[in-house]
């Protein structure tokens, strides 16, 4: 099985500023790796993953993220973020091999919110 | 049109009613699932299904029954709806295991119970 930890709950940043959300699993097999992003009264949409190659992957807005499988990390970067950036974001793994029937494991969210 | 939809937006129902929550995506895809979002709690898996007519329990199954006689239909029934059910629901599809694309969402149902 799977789990995922966001650590932080709430991150607020000034508008173009850099951000780093935080993203730590454990595992006991190979994972693939999500970012979720949910904007207000929205279902969750998918960022950027990480299935193999290289460990730096990039979204279309900017956010890039980096697997680290030595500290089973998967940390969200953004070098300047926008207002519209504002919104709930989710890391989650799914099993590699296959095996976990059940899908993706999320974790709890972070709320990144932009401050003019 | 494609996609994955959620019906209805929103939804308030009295304790004890009974109350379903469909699910409908045109893709085809084997596996669907039912998610409960609660602020502090993430996203909670509630129920499963890898394909028609087979459905598995998540990690908060009590209190709801689901069905898969489609497999693009996916509804999600609350039997005796309480106070502690009020939150909003997705459901999510995916064409198969292991997850290399992820999931696609529906846009969710906002479920009141007063």
């Known amino acids: 099985a799977q789990s995922v930890t966001q650590l932080d709950s709430q991150v607020p940043v000034f508008e173009e500023a850099p951000v780093e959300l935080r993203c730590n699993y454990s595992?006991?097999?190979?994972?693939?790796l999500f970012w979720y992003v949910q904007y207000p009264n929205q279902g969750l949409q998918l960022l950027l993953k990480?299935?193999?190659?290289?460990?730096l992957v990039e979204s279309i807005n900017g956010f890039e993220a980096e697997f680290n499988k030595s500290q089973t990390s998967f940390h969200l970067r953004k070098p300047s973020v926008h207002i519209s950036d504002t919104a709930e974001y989710f890391c989650a793994v799914s099993d590699r091999t296959g095996g976990g029937a059940d899908g993706l494991t999320f974790g709890k969210g972070t709320h990144l919110i932009i401050q003019p | 049109d494609a996609g994955i939809t959620q019906s209805p937006r929103y939804k308030i129902t009295e304790t004890g009613r009974q109350v379903t929550l469909m699910c409908h995506q045109t893709w085809s895809h084997s596996y669907m699932f039912w998610y409960r979002q609660d602020l502090g709690h993430g996203l909670r898996l509630i129920y499963y299904?890898?394909?028609?007519?087979?459905?598995d329990k998540g990690e908060v199954p009590d209190g709801y029954v689901v069905s898969r006689s489609k497999t693009e239909n996916f509804p999600l029934t609350l039997e005796s709806a309480t106070r502690s059910q009020t939150s909003v629901y997705f459901c999510?599809?995916?064409?198969?295991?292991?997850?290399?694309?992820?999931?696609?969402f529906g846009s969710g149902t906002r479920l009141t119970v007063v």
């Open positions: 595992s006991s097999v190979s994972v693939y």
């Open positions: 999510a599809s995916s064409p198969g295991q292991p997850i290399r694309g992820g999931y696609t």
């Open positions: 990480y299935l193999s190659g290289s460990t």
């Open positions: 299904s890898a394909a028609a007519d087979i459905t």
